[in-house]
């Protein structure tokens, strides 16, 4: 019993993690319908960022504050240099796009940074305040997850930009009737997804370690938790990472053959699971088209 406890309380402290890239990934599909594929990399780039910030003698919260900064303009730039021209583009160039976005932050970071992999600080104290079942920069992890869907629900949900974006997201040709710059409302979308990876990259960055490739198997993950949740359920994807997380763990421990080498095919079943049984997640809503 103590061993199941101590796997689901590490399970929600890594499906924090899940779950901030979970919430990024749904944001950019609820303004594009599309999957970013370059979502990991560009939270990788922003944690180097952050690490550089803080190399040259930044107080940890000031690095953190401006990092959320720079990726949410960083992100709003590449909607409006990079992807707008594509709007209107076949879904294969928009896909080959992400891929090219995947491969130059890796690349570009590997060239400006170095492979080497490098320790990145936990802004929580190392003492323990559970024990030895989780620690404390995990449950640091957890509250700041909570804390970021906190100021989303009421970004959303009682600002004007907030219901804006939303309107946009779910009916772009009515939104521009009534005046909404839909076009900026998507950029917005791109600036707030990318501030959100960026907090995820931060979290799991005193984790893993930070190094070029470092979020290739956590964007896998938070694919997994935004479709379990629900792509269109922001509320829904923080829920579905964190049960990634827990069921990770679970699996990983109970299940002989999975251990920790085949962990990552457990987001796989995932995946494939949700896509057959239930598309729409468990938060989201069926997506219907009439024709």
Do not use: C, D
Not at 259 to 265: A, C, I, P, R, V
């Amino acid at each position: 019993m103590e061993l199941v406890l101590q796997q689901v309380l590490s399970g929600l402290a890594t499906g924090g993690i899940y779950a901030s890239v979970a919430l990024a990934v749904v944001m950019i599909y609820q303004a594009i319908e599309h999957f970013n594929f370059a979502q990991g990399e560009m939270a990788m780039f922003s944690t180097y960022v952050a690490w550089s910030l803080i190399q040259i003698g930044m107080p940890y919260w000031v690095a953190f504050g401006l990092t959320l900064v720079i990726s949410f303009i960083g992100g709003v730039l590449i909607e409006r240099i990079v992807l707008r021209p594509l709007h209107r583009a076949p879904i294969l160039s928009q896909i080959i796009a992400f891929i090219a976005l995947f491969v130059i932050f890796n690349s570009v970071a590997g060239w400006i940074f170095t492979y080497t992999i490098k320790p990145f600080p936990s802004p929580f104290p190392e003492e323990p305040i559970f024990g030895t079942f989780i620690s404390t920069h995990q449950v640091g992890v957890i509250g700041v997850t909570l804390v970021m869907l906190g100021i989303l629900f009421v970004f959303f949900n009682f600002s004007r930009i907030g219901l804006a974006m939303r309107a946009a997201a779910q009916n772009p040709e009515s939104s521009r009737l009534v005046g909404i710059p839909v076009g900026w409302m998507t950029a917005l979308g791109w600036g707030l997804a990318s501030a959100i990876g960026a907090v995820a990259g931060m979290m799991v960055a005193p984790i893993v370690f930070l190094e070029p490739n470092m979020m290739v198997g956590i964007l896998l993950y938070g694919f997994a938790g935004a479709l379990l949740g629900g792509v269109t359920s922001p509320t829904g994807a923080v829920v579905g990472g964190f049960l990634v997380g827990v069921i990770e763990n679970l699996v990983g421990t109970f299940v002989p053959f999975i251990g920790t080498e085949l962990k990552l095919t457990v987001a796989l079943v995932i995946i494939v699971g949700v896509l057959t049984i239930k598309p729409s997640g468990l938060f989201g809503r069926p997506v219907v088209t009439r024709v």
